[in-house]
């Protein structure tokens, strides 16, 4: 794998100075290995973990199953790339088992959720059904455990 | 006012406290340190591992072991053994589980020597070599390595230390804290030595997976070492283990059956758990341990390079977590290079004078920590140069 993607993969907070420096290259050849690994459509892009307690008050997060059909509608793609066009879809994927598309989308409230259920979603040409649930809690994100209490925390800053 | 000094062994009262321990106490006063002197994983046990140890519990095995370990615990050790270093070992005779490899060492200690007895090992080594044969009333005698020749144990070296009276020789690659290794031809000469001068030989491995240049070769797989060779070895480093206090030692049965004696009235017997969690640990720990011997030498490279930059040289560690660097080049002393360090930046590595009089010149830096931090202390020590008069 790419020696600057590997370190970014690993989670921790580097700029790009940082991550020539440990790599040894410098900041600029950072910044071109990133464009052409953006180029390449390797790296879709960089955002920030955060903890969905602190994210904002009011969002609520849904993910939602959805059986489709397929005749005369262009097949999975062409469904799934209708959808994925909206802006309150976060991330949506083909799946094997008891339905066909899972979207995960968030709004500011439950009622906006519920909007986009049966205003946006029910009315494409193709979907069948929908079951929503809505997301209560996270205990991990990302790679990241959200409820971690303190792990490490004794551990002496000095030690033989 | 405390007298009761009174009570305490003259032989314990002379011991010198560790000199990491005053280090440690300024340190975890300071809120924006960064640490470079953590000697452990910063990695959290792997969770299959961790797992193991709450499966443990909940089916409520909570009670004392064999003294020497379960029969399960001792035969995945004798298999992980024979696997990774060669020789096999018997787990009815010539296995015991211990309370990591410090129990394992005192108790061998303990177990082979008598008052006066010799012990011979190699500076700059881990805190505790010196202190436990002084308190089992006999002789340490250190065997100077070099940055020249990455801290290996030079054989020549080792016969010109020899005396009369020596009973044992304790070696301890990767070495904490040099990262030092010793290659087959090296090991095979000591090996040659022990020998001729019928040495028992006490072998601290517990460094070994996490071996960055070359096959790790323990010193036990070598023909006719098998018989004086005590093989110790744990989970802390390999698998980031250190709180489960847990570790074994494999040699010929008479001397585990000594060392037995000293562990069932001290200890009885290591933690079930831990042992149940180590047992996890050699089944399916390979995975795991692997990848963080990756995340280990790519810090290392990066920390190496860093101190080479910044003017203290610093050979390239072949195992273990920590870097060496010579800070000679400063004109100052260990302890005062580290303690300057820590005041003016913040910046905690332990002066090399704590691991032996041949640390002298250096300080030691564990990669045991995140870039970010390892960064962080790499702008830090450049602050810290600049402003020396000179540089």
């Known amino acids: 794998m790419n020696s600057v993607l590997k370190l970014i993969l690993d989670g921790e907070a580097l700029d790009t100075a940082q991550i020539g420096r440990i790599l040894g290259l410098g900041a600029e050849a950072v910044d071109r290995e990133l464009a052409a690994l953006r180029q390449q459509g390797v790296l879709l892009g960089m955002r920030p973990v955060l903890n969905p307690g602190f994210e904002s008050e009011h969002r609520v997060r849904a993910v939602i199953e959805i059986k489709v059909r397929t005749e005369g509608v262009g097949g999975f793609d062409a469904i799934a790339e209708r959808i994925s066009a909206f802006e309150q879809v976060e991330s949506c994927y083909l799946m094997s088992g008891g339905y066909d598309l899972l979207v995960v989308v968030t709004a500011d409230n439950l009622y906006k959720v519920a909007g986009f259920v049966h205003e946006r979603l029910a009315r494409i040409d193709g979907v069948q059904g929908t079951s929503t649930h809505f997301f209560l809690r996270a205990y991990k994100k990302d790679g990241f455990v959200v409820t971690a209490d303190g792990a490490g925390r004794d551990r002496p800053s000095v030690s033989p | ?391």
């Open chain 2, 1 to 391: 006012m405390d007298s009761s000094g009174r009570f305490v062994a003259r032989h314990v009262a002379t011991l010198p406290k560790s000199g990491i321990r005053d280090f440690f106490a300024i340190v975890s006063k300071m809120k924006d340190a960064v640490s470079l002197g953590i000697g452990e994983p910063d990695f959290v046990t792997p969770y299959h591992i961790r797992e193991a140890a709450i499966a443990s519990l909940e089916k409520g095995r909570t009670s004392y072991t064999d003294n020497r370990g379960t029969q399960q615990f001792r035969e995945e050790i004798s298999r992980y053994v024979a696997r990774n270093y060669g020789p096999e070992y018997d787990p009815e005779t010539e296995i015991l589980g211990t309370i990591g490899v410090s129990e394992a060492l005192d108790i061998l200690l303990r177990a082979v020597l008598n008052p006066g007895d010799k012990v011979l090992y190699h500076e700059p080594c881990y805190v505790s070599y010196a202190p436990s044969v002084t308190l089992c009333h006999a002789e340490a005698i250190p065997i100077r390595t070099v940055s020249a020749d990455q801290f290996a144990l030079d054989p020549a070296a080792l016969r010109a230390a020899w005396q009369p009276g020596c009973k044992l020789l304790v070696l301890n690659f990767p070495t904490n804290p040099t990262g030092g290794t010793a290659d087959r031809a090296k090991l095979e000469a000591i090996a040659k030595f022990a020998i001729e001068k019928d040495l028992l030989v006490a072998s601290d491995e517990i460094y070994s997976e996490l071996t960055f240049e070359g096959d790790h070769v323990s010193i036990a797989s070598l023909p006719g070492m098998r018989e004086r060779t005590v093989f110790l070895h744990g989970f802390s480093k390999a698998f980031a283990m250190t709180g489960f206090r847990i570790g074994y030692a494999c040699g010929p049965a008479a001397v585990i059956d000594g060392m037995l004696k000293v562990h069932q009235y001290g200890i009885m017997c290591a933690p079930i758990m831990s042992q149940e969690a180590a047992v996890e640990a050699l089944r399916n720990g390979r995975d795991s341990m692997l990848h963080m011997r990756d995340k280990y030498r790519e810090r290392r490279d990066f920390i190496v390079r860093r101190f080479n930059e910044l003017g203290l040289k610093c050979h390239l560690p072949r195992g273990a977590f920590y870097a060496f660097p010579d800070i000679t080049s400063t004109g100052m002393d260990s302890m005062t290079f580290a303690q300057k360090l820590l005041e003016q930046q913040k910046v905690a590595m332990v002066p090399g004078t704590a691991f032996g009089a041949a640390g002298a010149g250096f300080c030691r830096a564990s990669f045991s920590t995140s870039y970010e931090r390892i960064h962080e202390a790499g702008e830090r020590i450049a602050r810290f140069l600049d402003s020396l008069p000179g540089r």
